[in-house]
């Protein structure tokens, strides 16, 4: 009994020494093998971040992102004339004249946008095409964002029950030094159906439902909730509003063959005729000039018409819609749009505002007073130009192509 104790010792004993000599000689092999998972030593570092922002082969890709620490995940590339900004669909977008802290020291501006799936705000410099992620804040299922000015953002989601939500933050405030930072600010009232800025951005418009009338109430107020008045109500609930010419504009939503009305809201909340009525109305006010671009629709055509003053209206040799345009900055009267190829027979309005027609636009630029144009920039992709927007400087011209919602900025001059 006692001889085979001292065998089976023995035997676990030697098993044991069997078993840490393999683990040994394991480990000894392992520290001679390099890890396949680990990164390269001149590997860009992009942690936290989404990585190259670029568009698929063939397309025109978007800049350099810049991360936390202002390192850039794609190499250096030639600077575009069409750049892409987004690859993602964008909620709204505005030029801004204010640097960013990573913008090098040529940068005259950037372009600010959200992205429509996370609410992330991201600034782009105008002169380099590099874009920095400025916040980190999630906030889901942005349809629309308004920035005031560099500091502040309007964002308009749905809730769960349906109604419609507008959150006032603030990011980049103005001793920020790094970025990304996190959106603070608070939720407004629910059910504002449509914003205005006006031109300085100050001023917001707000458009809710009269509960009493089933028509519209317009209110502006400052940023921050102060100075609250009612302009003007209604009892048509279909108002687009737009700041033009120093002053408040309404019309009525366009539609192909519906005579549609745009008037000035005065001081005491009086409308007063500017220009109607026009099947398809859709007009475009200059933004201190007493100058109007405006389209119409009906009857199997499209025009685009200017009236300057009191002067009569005078039809444009470019067809397209007025929303497709943008006035340069300053007293000139010169606009710059982009024009579709081709325009189908009918139903063009109510089928481009839906989504369900794209058209392939090329850009041109016409001198309103003398009615003479030329060619801008004819893209090779195809583009459906939504809300075009200028900078300061009328060096840059801002959109959306509305087949994707994707961000594009085009150098004016290159």
Known sequence: MNTATHILRYILIGMVVLLLGSLAGWYAYLQTQKNPLEKVSDETNSEGFEGNRGGPVGAVTAGPVEGTEGVETTPEKQIERLWRVSQGPVAGFAFTTRTLPTASASSSGALLYTERANGYIFGADVENQRVTRITNTLMPKIYEAYFPDGEHVLLRSMDESGSI???????????????????????????????????????????????????????????????????????????????????????????????GYAYRVGSSGALSLLVGPIPGLSVLPHPTENALLYSGSGEGRMALLSQVESAAAAELSLITIADKCVWAPGKTLIAYCAVPKTIPASNIMNDWYRGALHTEDSWMKIDIATGETEELFTPQQSFDVHAPTIDASGSYIAFTNGKDQSLWMLRVVQ
């Open 165 to 259: 939500t507008t959150f006032a933050g603030s990011f980049l405030t103005k001793d920020a030094t790094t970025t990304p930072q996190s959106l603070t600010g608070s939720n407004w009232s629910a059910n504002i159906r449509d914003i205005a800025l006006d031109e300085k951005g100050k001023t917001i418009l707000t458009l809710t439902n009269d509960a009493a009338t089933g028509g519209s109430i317009g209110t502006t107020q400052l940023f921050d909730g102060t100075k609250r008045t009612q302009v003007f109500s209604s009892f048509i609930r279909s108002w687009e509003p737009v700041y033009g010419q120093g002053q408040l504009i309404v019309f009525t939503k366009p539609s192909d063959g519906l005579p």
